[in-house]
């Protein structure tokens, strides 16, 4: 087992401890959240985008810099995630087509839907400011821990 992953591990643990005695999802986002973004220096941004009523996807809890507040329909790495119904790592943003860069300091991103009854209602989402951040293992344990939001 490497670093990262002995990390998630313990990452996930702590996640568990804090977020299970609350059953607000919006408390656990916002958990997951903070503790993402301090636990990972490589994550330069790391928040939730919600679909709303009118078929777009609009920020919710996040870290870092300023982001998109909305982001249009079937647009960038969050909306092929969700078409696609799958997690999508991105190795170079700026190779992606339809990108959206909220902040011209991303590199790479990695996105992973968010169900809830059986339906995607949102994303994690997940910047760094270097190229080639995120990998499977990024995805078997950040699916994990976004599964605990509902």
């Known amino acids: 087992m490497d670093k990262k992953e002995e990390k998630y591990i313990r990452v996930?643990?702590?996640?568990?401890?804090?977020?299970?005695?609350?059953?607000?999802?919006?408390?656990?986002?916002a958990t997951i959240c903070a503790v993402l973004?301090?636990?990972f220096p490589l994550f330069f941004w790391t928040g939730f985008y919600f679909l709303t009523d009118e078929g777009e996807l609009e920020v919710t809890q996040y870290q870092g810099p300023l982001a998109c507040l909305r982001l249009k329909k079937d647009t960038g790495v969050c909306w092929a995630a969700i078409n696609r119904k799958e997690i999508v790592i991105v190795a170079d943003v700026h190779s992606f087509e339809g990108h959206i860069a909220c902040n011209s300091l991303s590199k790479s991103e990695i996105v992973v839907p968010i169900y809830h009854d059986k339906k995607i209602v949102g994303v994690l989402d997940v910047d760094s400011d270097k190229k080639n951040s995120f990998d499977t293992i990024d995805a078997k344990y950040l699916k994990q821990i976004i599964d605990l939001i509902y």
């Open 37 to 39: 973004h301090h636990k």
């Open 12 to 29: 996930l643990k702590q996640i568990k401890a804090l977020i299970l005695p609350v059953e607000n999802p919006l408390s656990r986002m």
